[in-house]
């Protein structure tokens, strides 16, 4: 498609906004300045920066591990223009929802909560899965952060004074003893003639004017050009490059006929020394010694119904049964149990807000301190780092597993010092005064404090209490096809809607919630059906479970929302015409139709789940409306949708939505449309 082409089809999607656009002070009632208009090149270019660090821009909404987060710039300026004060409608300008009502039937991360609530909203969030509503209740409790520092340090110092010894190493200068850093390991493999021990490379760290690197037949840890002199260990070290024995010709084999941790072997440990600074050392027979300690206590450490941990088929976690690992358990190193178990037992002596937000920052180190955990300290640029869990979004095996020092009482990258400062202090310092990023007219980025706002409530138990006050929040656990709320009561509906054929929601999330538990057994119910989850899985014969159950929650935001005035607004994307076919469908079931669309940029295009894979950079906000007077737009309708193109392809999709919505077609008719519009992507 030529550039003047693709101009051409932008130009299709602004010309109704500039033919219908409004003075902003004449707004009538039931009446929202999204319906004609958006600032889609100034949300574009904030969601450009945000994409690339998130984490940074929202921290206080990152206090657990959650996927498929949108911006948060994106959500405050969709919520901005539901403001009737122009004035007011500036994106840095502070609140501007008071007396309003909003809901999140899908709140995931709980972007629009926080979000909506620091314009000084009423929020509601629902979601089927309980992670998300215990991070919600969390982030958003009131509680000051001199409390939650002073109860962090009590439960860290008691923590480490139970099971700091196990992670004891000395200095090789000055044998001093101090925290190790953490643990590196590398898999036990075998062919027919031998055992060896399998890492990444021999090479752990590279410096400016030095490169620390482990030589394969002694395993002694220097930096010399050459190996130094040395007995030879009688199992070989190799690098994954080395598939295949030199010997038998045989390819190695994991060891699967043995527990999951055994199947690992230490050959390196990591630690700084307050005299000597940052080391390396192979470890001696006391670092062994602890290792063997932590395996003899492993069998007593007692965590409850052993079936509580047993691993089903998913997509994802069907990976960690063709291991042969059974329980969540097995993914951990004995000393990683123990910190757990300790952990529990510990938290049992805290109340309220300050148990939920400990109890949740113990759950999100998880994913830097299990035996799944990957290094890559060896880049000059992050020294010292661990690769988490999920960092592909799926259960990985490395060749050198990095075991974390959770209570290492120096920060580093995933222990408990580092993930407080990082989640909760930092978070909490952002919620008492939330900066956005602002732009100078030399394109200079700088920090803009939004004075008067606040990201957090008090959470309510019924929707009776929303009624008087602002910044309340009530939130619900369960399928969102039936929520606990009056008919018309809700003013706007702002979601984002699970990734069609994502997995990681309710697999993924396994991982944590069996923990979460046993560390908050009576907060919520961590029970759930996962066959509930709005999610087309084809491997689980579910690939009919989205339109069914997306039908059924936008019936019910239907029901919940105000007649005239009420209005839904989501992000969309996705290459797969049975997605756009299947939320068709489901919009039709709860007679949506489309009031306007507009697209802006959602995914960093560096993020490892995504390069290479031409995948959608960008986002379609979809406006959608049951009230017949506001709806009802002649929309284009295309013959192909062009593929080519990220933003061209999110703005032709919506646009075809839009037409299909107001169409007599049925679904079956919807269906063979979409394949007909959208091809070579199914």
């Known amino acids: 498609m030529t550039s003047k082409s693709i101009r051409e089809t932008r130009q299709l999607a602004f010309d109704y906004l500039i033919t219908a656009s409004v003075v902003e002070s004449n707004l009538n009632e039931g009446e929202y300045a999204i319906d004609t208009d958006f600032p889609e090149e100034f949300a574009d270019t904030l969601s450009r920066l945000e994409a690339y660090n998130k984490h940074l821009f929202r921290p206080n909404t990152y206090l657990h591990k959650w996927w498929a987060r949108r911006c948060g710039s994106t959500f405050r300026t969709i919520l901005k223009q539901f403001i009737a004060d122009p004035n007011r409608r500036d994106y840095y300008a502070p609140k501007g929802l008071e007396g309003k009502i909003i809901l999140d039937p899908m709140m995931g991360g709980g972007t629009t909560l926080h979000e909506a609530i620091r314009l000084g909203a009423n929020v509601i969030g629902a979601d089927i899965d309980p992670i998300p509503v215990v991070q919600a209740r969390a982030s958003l409790s009131p509680l000051t952060i001199r409390d939650l520092r002073a109860a962090f340090y009590i439960f860290f110092e008691e923590l480490y004074s139970q099971i ?154 069907g990976d ?87 209570v290492n009482s120096q920060r580093s990258s995933g222990n408990l010092q580092s993930l407080f400062k990082d989640r909760l202090e930092r978070g909490r310092r952002w919620a008492l005064a939330p900066v956005e990023r602002k732009i100078d007219q030399n394109g200079k980025v700088y920090l803009f404090k939004i004075h008067g706002e606040f990201d957090g409530g008090t959470e309510v138990a019924d929707q009776n209490e929303l009624k008087a006050g602002n910044q309340k929040h009530l939130l619900i ?33 396994a991982f944590f919630r069996v923990w979460l538990a046993c560390l908050l057994p009576d907060e919520i119910d ?32 239907g029901r919940v929302l105000k007649k005239d005035s009420g209005r839904m607004v989501f992000t969309f994307h996705h290459w797969d015409p049975n997605a756009w076919a299947d939320l068709t469908i489901a919009l039709k079931t709860a007679d949506f139709r489309l009031v306007n669309t507009y697209v802006l940029f959602s995914e960093n295009p560096i993020s490892i789940h995504i390069q290479n894979l031409n995948a959608i950079k960008h986002d379609s906000i979809l406006v959608l409306t049951r009230d017949e007077k506001n709806a009802g737009r002649a929309w284009t309708e295309f013959e192909r949708i062009d593929t080519s193109d990220s933003e061209t392809f999110c703005r032709q999709c919506a646009m075809s939505l839009g037409w299909l919505l107001e169409s007599n077609h049925q679904p079956e008719q919807i269906r063979k449309i979409w394949k007909h519009l959208i091809q070579g992507r199914n």
């Open 164 to 317: 700091g010894q196990f992670f004891l190493t000395e200095c090789p200068h000055c044998a001093k003893e101090v925290d190790s850093q953490y643990t590196l390991y590398g898999s036990r493999k075998k062919c027919s003639c031998e055992e060896v021990v399998q890492i990444d490379q021999f090479d752990l760290r590279h410096e400016a004017n030095r490169t620390i690197r482990i030589w394969p037949n002694t395993w002694i840890i220097s930096d010399k050009e050459i190996e130094p002199d040395g007995p030879s260990k009688p199992i070989r070290l190799i690098t994954r490059d080395e598939k295949t024995c030199r010997e038998c010709s045989q390819k190695y084999q994991e060891l699967l006929d043995i527990p999951y941790y055994q199947r690992y072997t230490p050959v390196a440990i990591a630690a700084v020394c307050p005299e000597h600074g940052f080391f390396f050392r192979r470890p001696n027979e006391s670092d062994l010694d602890k290792i063997k300690q932590a395996d003899e206590l492993r069998a007593s450490l007692e965590f409850g119904e052993i079936e509580n941990f047993t691993i089903q088929n998913g997509p994802k976690s």
């Open 320 to 406: 960690l049964l063709k291991r042969k690992l059974s329980s969540y358990l097995d993914l951990f190193t004995s000393r990683q149990l123990l910190y757990l178990h300790r952990a529990i037992s510990l938290l049992k002596k805290y109340q309220g807000p300050i148990r939920l937000n400990l109890a949740l920052l113990v759950s999100t180190s998880l994913e830097f301190n299990a035996l799944l955990c990957g290094y890559k300290g060896w880049a000059r640029n992050r020294p010292g780092a661990i690769k988490h869990v999920f960092s592909h979004h799926a259960y990985l095996f490395p060749y050198t597993a990095a075991e974390n020092n959770p």
């Open 477 to 509: 656990q369960g399928n969102s096809s039936h929520i606990p709320v009056n008919d018309e009561s809700v003013d706007f509906v702002v979601t984002d809607p699970p990734y069609y054929d994502s997995v990681q929601y309710s697999d993924l999330a």
């Open 526 to 557: 961590w029970n759930y059906d996962e066959t509930q989850s709005a999610v087309a899985t084809k491997s689980n014969g579910l690939d009919k479970q989205y339109v069914t159950m997306l039908s059924g929650i936008f019936k019910e935001c």
